[in-house]
């Protein structure tokens, strides 16, 4: 039986612009800019640090918040752009505008803050100098140190709304909105970076050797570029497009059957769109002598059904067929196969 297909733009959408507005708030919006104003803050009292000072570190370290600042910029960029309306050459949206964005803050974390770090301090290990005016750089870094646990704060309270009961591993690995799994991964890796930039200012002032700031600047960078290619690996899975996950799965297959006219699922895949869009498309078994409009009516309930149970399943293709055993066992993919039965783990 050939597919179902549904008028775009009337069952897809439900994505009116306070919508589209209340998704890109749930996204982290307020971690990006309580990250920004923190980082900004910071940038310009490290530089002001290291010119009075002359400490690698401290250079390192303004750069890395700089970076960091533009990051939180192509998050909120990001945000932005993904609310534009779906388009004919764009039919399901851009609400992946979102992962392209965290995907550029990985790449630009590992380019400006982690190979420029890795550089200076190859350069003040091999020249180094002693640190003039130690009270700068380690002002400075007790200053970054507090607001950079303000804005950890935040994102940490942000992210326990959405976290549930996951560790914090399973979040940052699981989580469909990347912002705050981003913005967590930024504000972890700068707190971690100030205290090794302190200790190598410490060990330089202690010792009367510069090597030592070198060696925290090195360490840094290092820091930097693990942080850039944890990010990376996590935003280019959202790019490839992720499944929803076991619960939501859980919550449509229940919904899909009623019992009556739609007896089983033959099998069924999920993709999400974007953050808070999900695509659901299912080959549902019906009962053999109903209908065509029965079907039809039992396909529009199973609709409504799994929008409530999930409100983001926003694009719904249901495809009615007649399960058979004989049928299903003529093909090598029986989930494939006409009316074959669902492959239980692949969603």
Known sequence: MAPRQKAGKARDSGRTKG??????????TKAIVAALVANLAIAVAKFVAFLFSGSSSMLAESVHSLADSGNQGLLLLGGKKAQREATPQHPFGYGR?????????????????????????????????????????????????????FSFRTAIKESNLTRGKQSWKDFVRHA?????????????GALVGLILALVGVSLALATGDGV????????????????AIVLAAETKSLLLGEAAGIEEVRKIEAAIVDGDTVTS??????????????LVAAKIAVQHDDTAAEVATAINSAESRIRAAVP????????PDIYSETEAAKGSDRGAAPGGPSAPTAH
């Not at 983001?312 to 495809?319: G, M, P, T, W």
């Open 265 to 278: 699922i033959i099998h069924m895949r999920t993709l999400h769109l974007g953050p808070e869009e999900l």
């Open 97 to 149: 505008e979102r992962y392209i964005y965290a995907f550029l803050v990985s790449i630009v974390l590992f380019s400006v803050g982690g190979m420029f770090a890795i550089y200076e301090g190859y350069e003040k290990i091999k020249h180094p100098h002693e640190i003039d005016n130690w009270y700068w750089p380690v002002g400075v870094l007790v200053f970054a140190i507090i607001a950079e646990t």
């Open 212 to 227: 030592w700031d070198g060696i925290g600047t090195l360490c840094i960078g290092i820091l930097l570029i693990v942080i």
């Open 176 to 188: 469909k909105a990347p912002e705050l799994p981003v913005v967590l991964l930024e504000d972890l």
């Open 312 to 319: 983001i399943a926003r694009a719904i293709y249901l495809e």
């Open 19 to 28: 919508q589209r507005e209340h998704m890109s708030a749930s996204g982290g």
